[in-house]
Nanobody, 127 residues
Framework: QVQLVESGGGLAQAGGSLRLSCAAS?????????????MAWFRQAPGKEREFVSA????????YYADSVKGRFAISRDNAKNTAYLQMNSLKPEDTAVYYC???????????????WGQGIQVTVSS
């Protein structure tokens, strides 16, 4: 029902920037759909559990961030393009992880156990 595809990952130097995109598709995102989805980003570093990074409500009016990225990362979305973004600035080596896009009809659920996940994309930050 919902497909999520991440792009924009890769290699960056510490202090640099990357912008991730998450393109959503499926019946739920069709122009005539009444469904609305909150979007989120998670990440999983090697040997660690997946952790919440950021989330945004359908309207874009409210955003949430993990303390570790607050002030450095910015989440946004373009509902006309069914795309969410994660602008990552001042990158640190500890930001190295596989980043996952997620979606759910509830903002309270998307930050914990979202229904839909992308396949993930690698972000590597070198020191």
């Amino acid at each position: 029902q919902v497909q999520l595809v991440e792009s924009g990952g890769g290699l960056a130097q510490a202090g640099g920037s990357l912008r991730l995109s998450c393109a959503a598709s499926g019946r739920a995102f069709a122009a005539d759909s009444v469904s609305t989805y909150a979007m989120a980003w998670f990440r999983q570093a090697p040997g660690k559990e997946r952790e919440f990074v950021s989330a945004i409500t359908y309207s874009g009016a409210t955003t949430y961030y993990a303390d570790s990225v607050k002030g450095r990362f910015a989440i946004s979305r373009d509902n006309a393009k069914n795309t969410a973004y994660l602008q990552m600035n001042s990158l640190k080596p500890e930001d190295t992880a596989v980043y996952y896009c997620a979606a759910d009809t509830s903002i309270s659920t998307v930050v914990k156990i979202p229904d839909y996940w992308g396949q993930g994309i690698q972000v590597t930050v070198s020191s």
